[in-house]
């Protein structure tokens, strides 16, 4: 959706000779709301390692009063075995007696019940304790499976996203040292491409050596459609003097678009891709110099995995 309205934009942009201050309304709120996306992405990331923290606490404590409820039963035990050795002895009493005195009998009677009214009692309190074990056993094997499912979870996404950076760094080798990097930050694959390998300047058409570095990485994301792709177009702090377009928002967004319509044309799903254009405003170097403006010039295609299956984990 937000694809098909960046289109329409751009088609909008290319049938007339000047952009209008609604435009560029509109292409500044796509950006807000792709930044807010991104934001809401790694915050939603900050969100799972803070309830996988909640549970590790929480299987903590269960295994505490797990170890805590075994060693009541064990006391339990030793009081229970200590009662029937006392029953035992007094029941041998008992018979001695019998044929001594009526007195001495009852008493010893009535001690005997008292010691099996106690036995009973505590024979009880052990089978409630052992209720209790076993509860506590279940719970603690739930949040384990649990936790276990989670950690697998978010194992297995990030070693699909190293898998997925190192199929990427194979797939676009050719071009290292031609203004194109490949790293693994914040659980994300980052492409940046320099516009030294993309556009010339002031151009957002891309060059054939760019081209073929876009298409090569679009066979990787042919093979991974789970993968959420977002194009982010950025200039330098040079303002844009050319025809067709007003500023540099536009220019980057025009650039990001660029690179979409290739990912397209290459197979890529279009409801994997988010376009946008950040202009001058996130350098990743100074502008005081030419190399740190080269820099700056760039697209970056930025790689985040499916975190669907963990959110709904947590929410069961």
């Excluded at 942009?13 to 807000?32: G, H, I, P, Q, R």
């Excluded at 505490?64 to 041998?92: F, I």
């Excluded at 950025?234 to 678009?257: E, F, M």
Aim: glycine share 6%; aromatic share 4%; charged share 30%.
């Amino acid at each position: 959706m937000i694809k098909n309205a960046v289109i329409l934009l751009v088609v909008a942009v290319l049938s007339t000779s000047c952009v209008s201050k609604k435009l560029f309304v509109d292409l500044e709120d796509k950006y807000n709301q792709l930044s807010d996306e991104k934001k809401e992405l790694l915050e939603k990331n900050d969100q799972l390692l803070a309830d996988k923290n909640k549970y590790d606490d929480y299987l903590k404590g269960l295994e505490e009063k797990y170890a805590n409820a075994k060693q009541d039963k064990k006391a339990l035990q030793r009081e229970t075995g200590a009662l029937r050795k006392s029953y035992e002895e007094l029941k041998k009493t008992y018979d001695l007696l019998a044929s001594n005195s009526s007195s001495a009998l009852a008493s010893n009677a009535k001690e005997n019940r008292d010691l099996l009214t106690k036995l009973e009692e505590k024979e009880t309190e052990l089978m409630e304790e052992g209720a209790r074990l076993r509860t506590l056993e279940g719970q603690l094997t739930a949040r384990s499976k649990k936790i276990d499912e989670l950690e697998k979870l978010i194992a297995d996404k990030e070693a699909a996203m190293q898998r997925l950076k190192s199929a990427v760094s194979n797939a676009l080798k050719g071009f290292e040292g031609k203004g194109l990097t490949v790293v693994n930050k914040n659980g994300n694959v980052y492409v940046s491409m320099e516009n030294k390998l993309l556009f010339n300047s002031g151009s957002w058409a891309v060059g054939a050596n760019g081209a073929n570095a876009v298409k090569e990485l679009a066979s990787v994301l042919v093979d991974n459609p789970d993968i959420k792709v977002l194009i982010e177009g950025h200039t330098d702090n040079v303002p844009y003097s050319g025809p067709v377009i007003k500023d540099n928002w536009d220019l980057s967004v025009k650039r990001a678009t660029a690179i979409v319509r290739i990912l397209e044309k290459a197979n890529v799903s279009a409801k994997q891709i988010t376009a946008a254009g950040r202009g001058e405003f996130v350098p990743v170097a100074s502008n005081a110099s030419a190399a740190g403006k080269a820099k700056n010039r760039r697209i970056e295609i930025i790689l985040s995995p499916n975190l669907d299956e963990v959110s709904k984990l947590l929410n069961e």
